[in-house]
């Protein structure tokens, strides 16, 4: 019983490994950042065609 | 203040003032909406 | 063991190169709030019609090194100050690579002074986000990063004194939630200066000749990665900070410390997107670029500040409601310690970031109502409402705590600095909220000549936008007075407050 219980409080749930974990976080951090924000907007930008030159 | 199962609202001002920070919230979005409908009306 | 000192208020172990770095940390970053501050004055006493104090040049150069001394130097010194705190002091153990620490503390120093200087000799009237194609001499460029270089070491010296503390067991399971807070504010900053590194290295070679175009529209989303972002920094240790305040002055605990971390977990993942504000006008990019970046994602960072506007509040009704203070609702309210400037100054912090930063951050940031709020004074009032009315104050609620705790220095003027909170507090809300309103006016930001008087054409504007922008005057009066308390009372507490034995 006592080891039982034990084992209960040793069990450290899902949520709390994944908060613990102070590098997975910053990877998440960057790469979301990266890709949804820098990386899509320089490709926005990259893909937007060039203003052809006129003479008036 | 007294809740269904008998337990004490803990904080029943704090959930007050959030509520006026919900109003507030609602009420200048809506402002906003309003400026920016009589801005650009849509005919 | 003769590094440590046992805090005999908490019961702390101290490390003593923590407790010096820290120290001059926050000395430093109060230098540069005065030179920010006296910047403001000259500023505002600009912005006021009848005034209308500086010429041209020097409003905009002096605007710069407001930007500067205020959005980087006061602020990143002193949340160098709280990582080391919330690390070394809070984990009771040694702060890890001290001698990286003091480069880190060199670098900033150095590059916000060549900033500085670069500025005030008339080399850098870029202002604060120097847009390409003004271009600000090679060294300003230099001067930033190398300020992001020694913030980014402080970030690695607080992760690797978090390693300390784990492999020398002086915390057991979770980081404390303060920590795990600053923590957030530390995964944000190295996010924030690596977009820093990647435009303004750059910008430096382009300043020197090497590089012969930076693309505008580039340069603006990657700098916006930085310069909003870092706020994002500010807003992640602001709340650790409100988490701190609460738990010293009123003895609160997080109602639940799950909601509370998962708060700070939606900071990290979905905060730093929320620089897309800034490029909602540009025609570069498009519409699903910005509703993805400024919808979606970004209401769960939304949702994790609702998440701290309940829970601090709460934890503090609660502590005081145990403390007997039961009548009614807001007893505890009337009863809560206002003498105090470290609580009064975290109240203030909490209702100027919700009430006026935040509502109106989330408003602006909605890419239909933005059109009509881009490039006017109201964007100026809402940052001003977050950074300096919810997190400045909150940083100098901090200070009032840090004075006995780390200095061991009594308070130097109480009666002073109990008032110092709701000076500032009264002046900095009439000044951002009057700041806003004549925005709404059309009232444009970053302008020497609010009035268009040497235009060649009248833009009469409404004269109760005229009036709004004489209460902002006296507001911004107010809180300069009350920014000089705070430096009076933290400046005379160093040279002449009793030691605390």
Redesign the interface.
């Known amino acids: 019983m006592i080891e039982e219980s034990k084992k209960a409080e040793e069990k450290i749930p899902y949520w709390q490994v994944f908060y613990d974990d102070i590098m997975l976080l910053f990877f998440l951090s960057a790469a979301i950042t990266f890709i949804s924000f820098t990386v899509w907007g320089l490709m926005e930008i990259g893909n937007t065609p060039v203003m052809p030159d006129y003479t008036f | 203040m007294a809740g269904k199962n008998g337990h004490e609202f803990e904080a029943p001002g704090s959930f007050v003032l959030i509520m006026t920070f919900f109003a507030v919230f609602v009420l200048v979005y809506l402002l906003n909406w309003k400026y920016l409908s009589d801005l650009w009306p849509i005919n | 063991m003769e590094d440590f000192r046992v805090c005999p208020a908490t019961g702390l172990k101290v490390h003593k190169p923590a407790e010096l770095l820290i120290k001059i940390n926050a000395v430093t970053a109060i230098v540069f709030i005065l030179i920010g501050g006296l910047m403001a004055l000259l500023l505002a006493l600009t912005k006021i019609p009848a005034i209308h104090l500086l010429p041209s040049d020097l409003f905009y150069r002096f605007l710069t090194l407001h930007g500067i001394a205020m959005l980087v130097a006061w602020i990143i010194f002193f949340e160098a100050a709280i990582l080391y705190f919330t690390s070394a002091v809070l984990l009771n153990c040694r702060l890890a690579a001290v001698k990286v620490a003091w480069l880190a503390y060199g670098l900033m120093l150095g590059g916000a002074l060549m900033a500085a200087v670069e500025i005030l000799i008339g080399n850098a009237d870029c202002m604060f986000t120097s847009y390409p194609p003004l271009q600000a001499h090679h060294l300003y460029y230099l001067g930033v990063i190398l300020f992001a270089v020694g913030a980014i070491l402080v970030c690695c010296v607080f ?1 690797g004194t ?1 390693a300390v503390a784990k492999h020398e067991k002086t915390y057991e399971g ?2 404390p939630l303060v920590t ?1 807070g600053a ?2 504010a530390a ?2 900053a ?2 924030t200066l ?2 820093g590194a990647i435009i303004f290295v750059p910008t430096w070679l382009w300043a020197l000749g090497v590089i012969q175009h930076i ?1 505008a ?2 340069y603006r ?2 700098f916006w ?1 930085f310069g909003h ?1 870092s706020q994002q920094i500010n807003v992640c240790a602001m709340v650790a900070v409100w988490y701190l305040i609460a738990a010293v002055t009123v003895g609160a605990k997080p ?1 639940n410390q ?1 909601v509370c ?2 708060a700070f ?1 939606l900071y ?3 905060i ?2 929320a ?2 504000h800034h ?1 909602l006008v540009d025609p ?3 519409a699903a ?1 910005k509703a ?2 400024t919808g979606y ?1 970004m209401h769960l960072a939304v949702l994790a500040s609702m998440i701290h ?2 829970a601090v ?2 934890a ?3 502590a005081l ?1 145990k403390k007997g203070h039961t009548q009614g ?2 007893e ?2 009337k009863k809560a310690p206002w003498g105090n400037p470290s609580f009064s100054a975290m109240v203030w912090s909490i209702a100027g970031f ?2 006026l930063g935040g ?2 951050g ?2 602006f940031g ?1 890419e ?2 933005n ?3 881009h490039n006017t004074w109201r964007i100026t009032g809402h940052f001003h409402s977050t950074v300096v009315a919810g997190t400045t104050m909150s940083f100098m609620g901090l200070t009032y705590i840090v004075l006995p705790l780390i200095f061991r220095k009594e308070v130097a003027f109480p009666k002073l600095a109990k008032f110092q909170p709701h000076v500032f507090g009264v002046g900095i809300w009439t000044m951002a909220i009057f700041m806003m309103f004549s925005g ?1 006016f059309g009232m444009p930001r970053r302008h020497w000549d609010i009035t268009f008087s040497d235009a060649a054409f009248s833009i009469p504007f409404d004269q109760t936008a005229m009036m709004a922008l004489h209460i902002f005057g006296v507001g911004a009066i107010i809180a300069v007075i009350g920014g000089g308390m705070f430096v009076l009372v933290s400046v005379a507490t160093l040279l002449i407050g009793k030691d605390i034995k």
């Open positions: 992760f978090l979770s980081l795990f923590a957030a995964i944000i190295i996010v690596a977009h693309d529209p580039a989303l990657i990665g972002s109602v799950r971390r998962t977990v990290i993942l979905f730093d997107i620089s897309e490029i570069g990019f498009s670029h993805w970046n994602f506007a309940l509040p709460s503090i009704e609660i409601r609702y807001f505890w309210l919700g009430f509502i109106t989330v408003t909605t239909q109502i059109i009509i709020a709404s």
